[in-house]
């Protein structure tokens, strides 16, 4: 959380991975701008709303309004992925979510394309070339982990919008529900765990320490599922996962801080 020009906002700023070209003819997400909802934002605020318990919005910026935010809130457009407008209560000085995100051209545009192709095979493994004998090489995408970062990006976000304020729990938090925001996105849940896994395992600690935390681990006060097996995700996600966050919320809130 940081107080800005007057304003607060929250933002997510991971390991400053270039933005690589994104074939094909789909259309901008954020096409239309501020008049239209375009596939991905629709599907987008679904999934945060459904974290949330209620309704919330994730926006594509294009790179002209991206770039006059950056202009207003002093950030690197070029390393930040998305921003939650906070607002405080005058009167008692409580911050919370605006209810929206504004999300980057790179995180919009890497986000759809996984929301386009949801599968390893799509997402994940590309063409190389072929051998002598014509074999299809196969091999990662080179831009595999930048769609990961973008998946994830969208659970950070959907934690600052469902009241989670400060970044490193932010983080914590939407590493847990990064295969519930995959599978939402079309991802199979086995796909979807281990790409959550992989987050874990190679992103959250290289990342700028203040969105990491030593209780960010199982059993960790931050986690979110302490009965559930499984880390950084459950086995099996709870039905209503958007009243877990809440409680999960109002805990941090009390004087004794979260379980």
């Not at 950030?75 to 409580?94: H, K, N, Q, V, Y």
């Amino acid at each position: 959380m940081l107080a800005i020009r007057r304003s607060l906002v929250a933002w997510l700023i991971v390991l400053g991975v270039a933005a690589p070209a994104v074939a094909g003819v789909r259309q901008a997400p954020w096409q239309g701008g501020t008049n239209q909802i375009t596939p991905f934002e629709a599907r987008a605020s679904a999934i945060a709303s459904s974290l949330a318990g209620h309704r919330v919005s994730i926006e594509c910026v294009d790179p002209t309004a991206w770039r006059s935010l950056a202009a207003q809130y002093s950030f690197d457009p070029a390393l930040t992925w998305a921003l939650t407008p906070l607002r405080s209560d005058s009167s008692t000085g409580a911050v919370e979510s605006s209810g929206r995100s504004l999300f980057s051209p790179r995180g919009c545009r890497l986000a759809d394309a996984f929301f386009a192709a949801p599968t390893e095979r799509g997402a994940r493994i590309c063409s190389h070339g072929t051998t002598a004998k014509r074999r299809t090489l196969l091999g990662e995408c080179d831009d595999w982990g930048s769609k990961l970062l973008a998946v994830h990006v969208l659970g950070h976000e959907s934690m600052h919008l469902s009241g989670v304020i400060d970044e490193a729990p932010a983080d914590c938090l939407g590493a847990q529900i990064g295969a519930f925001v995959a599978q939402r996105l079309g991802a199979s849940a086995g796909f979807a765990r281990s790409l959550a896994l992989e987050y874990w395992r190679y992103y959250y600690r290289s990342q700028d320490p203040r969105y990491q935390s030593p209780d960010c681990r199982d059993g960790g006060r931050l986690d979110l599922f302490p009965h559930r097996h499984g880390w950084p995700t459950p086995n099996r996600y709870p039905s209503r996962l958007s009243a877990v966050i809440a409680r999960f919320v109002a805990s941090a809130e009390s004087p004794e801080g979260p379980p």
